[in-house]
């Protein structure tokens, strides 16, 4: 038998909770190889057919070790399991006797396959052939994949316990092995050689490669957007130069590099990151939306450790968070507007402000001369490669209309001048605000766009030209309210912006704690035990010298504002409530931002209602009533309303008897303060702005919505937006409406607990109050405090409900959104947006 010792200790739990099972170790069954002439079925009845309830199946080939979360190859499939199934490696849960268990978390988690871009189906064949060829072979016997290994003195095949798949001959030499071919994962121990790639997929069903990879070349460790030219969004540049041997490779507590593969050595050359160091398995994967993610084993679940290349990006730098062409600010996605008079781009998708933009008119190579640009200031690009040096703007434009395959002129002014640098891209994705404060220097983007007002065939000129006047008019009112509104807001703010001083507040009675910076390093012990990670920064565990704990949560990006943080965390200090995560203390030194928390025992409520069957209805009744309760007090019952603007699972924690509490509240607005921009962080823009958009922003109903959609999600036991679903399934607030126009609410009830189904009318009368809540018409929606009467049975809800719940989103943070690609069954695994708040 075979057990090293990095899992004696999750052995040891995992035993002792499998006291149902049979004696531990009783029948070991461990088969980490194979013989030549062996063949394997992916058939329903193979033994170790292991289906799992995250929609995925596993069928064991072969398994190394006996229990705890170990390396096994085998066949897998996630979703579509008639057709679409992986020869892959995974790391699995397994226990004694009984083979494979059953966890209800910590599913099965891929981290090598061999046919990506072609699954194959039930009936598809893996054989070791008598001259050594490893051949997969789909049901209708057409070769999916292979390692060509035929002929070259093969022996036998080996899954070590590092979860390298081996082909090896007579001296026990490795012919073949997965390790060379990596796919969107590395293991411990695992290498990276020059030239080698990681390569994302497009999403966790769709193994075919996606758009992110990430390589070892002679410059640096590099992340790559595939398009053509290809663009870097992450480098870590050498100051030295690599070799042909150099390689990565992934450590119990870093991704280094090691400059010679023949000089046998534990000394990395490099460390590119640190990571957290491994007290269970871990793993590595450059996720489907470019993010390199750490996930460890930990009490009984997967969870991100590390988010690596975020420690460079703040989220907008990711390429795709808005999409094509989406320009996203702070934590918002809009789409290219000129002057708010004219209309070239629309969002591709209404409900869903990250999955981008696209031009009205595409470019169109043929009618190059009627190519003109919009320009949008203060707006840059994730990446900046400089085509063209110390030119003017125009010159950077007409180097762009020269060239049919450039898309959009970057233009970066060197220090006040009007020369600069110029970025010729020959694809657009994600842009950015130019937050200058940080970046030090002025930008302006040229998108190239098709001039539709040109005499071209059809003769459409004269009407396109007017289109722009006519909405100008008729837009100058929104303009003009847009104007008013932002003073008014500006100056309502400014009213805020007392002048604070820190002394000042040193010497409050009744604030929060302060703290230094030193002793919030040891709380957390030097920020080593991450809880989360959300949009607002990353939350480590911490335990204060009187053993009570905490969640430390560092922002970023907020250094340089002092005052009105200051401000913002005597108003959040002063507010208290059992339904609200509670403030115990902060640290503003130099530019650290640090918020301390009140310790959350059970996580946020995301990990709770989906997959998770877990919650009966008396406690997701309460869970939903306290989320109201707390809202209804920072609604109407704080000195000054605070309007939470990212109600979602991810941000209501759970204490250890279940009472749920709100957290983050009043970080929005403070993010908020520190954008220039204030007024165009609404998303959603559909070519002009609609009067109602300004006030979803700026009242508290887009609250009452959010809640609406999380006590759905609560209800239902399932995502918004779960993408392993049919299409007309897929979206919740759809199949709501479709079920409660036939009359069918009954059906929406979370199917996988038995106890939900039991109350089944209660639940659907409170999916009516969920419906109130989402009302498109704001005003109709019913206050927090309403919402509390009603689920206390005082009050009824209201009967004339429009179940068209319109699509624009009310404000939810990008973080999550982002995260859409991956946003399908396998979920609470995987997600590092299931960690957002403080817990
Ligand atoms: C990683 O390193 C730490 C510290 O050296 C050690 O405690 C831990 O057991 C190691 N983990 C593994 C999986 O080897
Ligand atoms: C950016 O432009 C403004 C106004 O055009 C100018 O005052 C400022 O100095 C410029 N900043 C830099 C860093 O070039
Ligand atoms: C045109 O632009 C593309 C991408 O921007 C670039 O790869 C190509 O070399 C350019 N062609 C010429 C002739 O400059």
Redesign the pocket.
């Known amino acids: 038998m075979n057990i090293s010792c990095?899992w004696c200790f999750i052995s040891l739990l995992l035993s002792l909770f499998s006291i149902f099972s049979s004696l531990v170790n009783a029948q070991s069954f461990d088969y980490p190889t194979a013989n030549l002439s062996t063949l394997w079925k992916n058939s329903p009845s193979a033994p170790h057919s292991v289906p799992f309830t995250d929609g995925s199946t596993v069928r064991a080939i072969l398994l190394r070790g006996s229990f705890g979360p170990r390396y096994a190859c085998g066949f897998y499939c996630n979703g579509n399991c008639d057709t679409n199934y992986l020869f892959a490696i995974f790391i699995v849960q397994t226990n004694s006797g009984s083979g494979i268990t059953l966890p209800a978390s910590g599913f099965p988690q891929v981290v090598w396959s061999a046919n990506g871009h072609h699954p194959v189906r039930i009936n598809a064949t893996l054989e070791l052939t008598f001259d050594g060829d490893l051949v997969l072979r789909d049901a209708d016997g057409k070769i999916a994949w292979s390692t060509n290994t035929g002929g070259k003195s093969v022996v036998g095949l080996n899954l070590t316990e590092t979860g390298n798949l081996v082909l090896f001959d007579n001296n026990n030499s490795t012919v073949w092995q997965s390790f060379d071919y990596p796919t969107d994962s590395l293991v411990?121990g695992q290498k990276l050689m020059l030239g080698r790639k990681l390569a994302a997929s497009v999403s966790l069903t769709n193994w075919t490669k996606g758009l992110f990879s990430l390589s070892l070349t002679n410059e640096g460790l590099f992340s790559f957007v595939e398009s053509n030219p290809r663009q870097v969004y992450v480098q870590n540049s050498l100051s030295f130069n690599v070799t042909e041997t150099s390689y990565v490779r992934f450590m119990?507590?870093s991704l280094s590099l090691f400059l010679n593969s023949s000089e046998i050595s534990d000394k990395p050359d490099h460390i590119f990151y640190s990571i957290p160091?491994?007290?269970?398995?871990?793993y590595m994967r450059l996720r489907p939306d470019g993010h390199l993610n750490v996930y460890e084993w930990e009490n009984g679940e997967w969870k991100v450790v590390a988010d690596l290349l975020t420690g460079y990006l703040g989220d907008c730098n990711y390429p795709m968070v808005c999409g094509k062409y989406g320009i996203c600010s702070n934590v918002f996605c809009r789409c290219p507007t000129s002057d708010g008079l004219a209309t070239y781009f629309k969002q591709e998708n209404d409900s869903q402000s990250t999955a981008g933009c696209s031009q009205i008119t595409p470019i169109s190579c043929e009618y190059s001369a009627h190519h003109s640009f919009i320009e949008l200031k203060d707006v840059t690009y994730f990446t900046f490669n400089s085509d063209r040096e110390n030119i003017d703007s125009e010159k950077c434009k007409q180097e762009c209309l020269m060239n049919c395959s450039c898309k959009a002129a970057f233009f970066r002014y060197s220090d006040n001048s009007s020369y600069g640098d110029c970025y010729l891209p020959s694809e657009i994705f994600s842009m950015m605000n130019n937050d200058k404060s940080k970046t030090h220097y002025n930008s302006t983007a040229y998108l190239k766009i098709q001039n539709v007002s040109s005499p071209s065939p059809g003769g459409s000129g004269k009407k396109s030209r007017q289109d722009p006047k006519i909405l100008g008019l008729s837009l100058g009112a929104a303009g003009l309210f847009v104007l008013v509104t932002g003073i008014l807001v500006f100056f309502f703010w400014k009213k805020n912006f007392d002048d604070v001083e820190e002394d000042y507040l040193d010497q409050v009675p009744g604030l929060p704690r302060r703290f230094s910076y030193e002793e919030l390093e040891n709380v957390t012990e030097k920020f080593t035990r991450i809880l989360g990670k959300g949009g607002f920064g990353t939350v480590f565990e911490g335990t204060l010298n009187d053993g009570t704990k905490v969640a430390v949560k560092l922002l970023e990006g907020l250094g340089q504002i002092k005052k009105s943080f200051l401000t913002e965390v005597e108003i959040i200090g002063s507010i208290q409530h059992v339904n609200l995560v509670g403030l115990i203390g902060f640290c503003a030194e130099k530019s650290h931002r640090l918020l301390v928390y009140e310790y959350m025992k059970n996580g946020s409520l995301d990990r709770w209602i989906f997959n998770n069957t877990i919650l009966d209805w008396q406690q997701r009744k309460k869970i939903i009533l306290h989320i109201a309760k707390g809202l209804t007090y920072l609604h109407e019952d704080c000195r000054q309303k605070i309007v939470h603007l990212d109600i979602k699972p991810q941000n209501i924690l759970l204490d250890d008897s279940f009472n749920a509490k709100v957290s983050d509240f009043g970080l929005s607005k403070l993010i908020d303060r520190n954008e220039d921009e204030v007024m165009t962080t609404m998303r959603g823009t559909r070519g002009y702005m609609a009067p109602e958009w300004l006030n979803s922003i700026i009242t508290e109903k887009v609250d009452v919505y959010s809640f609406g959609v999380v006590t759905l999600e609560i209800l239902c036991g399932r995502k918004n937006l779960d993408r392993s679903l049919l299409e007309e399934d897929m979206h919740l607030l759809n199949l709501f409406k479709k079920k409660a126009e036939e009359g069918k609410l009954m059906d929406l009830v979370d199917k996988y607990n038995e106890n939900m189904q039991l109350n089944g009318e209660e639940v659907v009368n409170t999916m009516k109050l969920a419906a109130w809540c989402l009302q498109s018409d704001f005003t109709k929606r019913p206050s927090m405090a309403m919402v509390v009467k009603v689920s206390e049975g005082v009050n009824e809800v209201e009967q004339n409900l429009d179940y068209n719940f319109f699509n624009p989103l009310p404000p939810r943070k990008l973080p999550e959104i982002g995260h859409q690609p991956e946003e399908n069954s396998s979920s609470t695994v995987l997600l590092p947006s299931i960690l957002s708040g403080p817990r």
């Open positions: 990095n411990p119990n507590g160091e491994a007290s269970s398995a871990q």
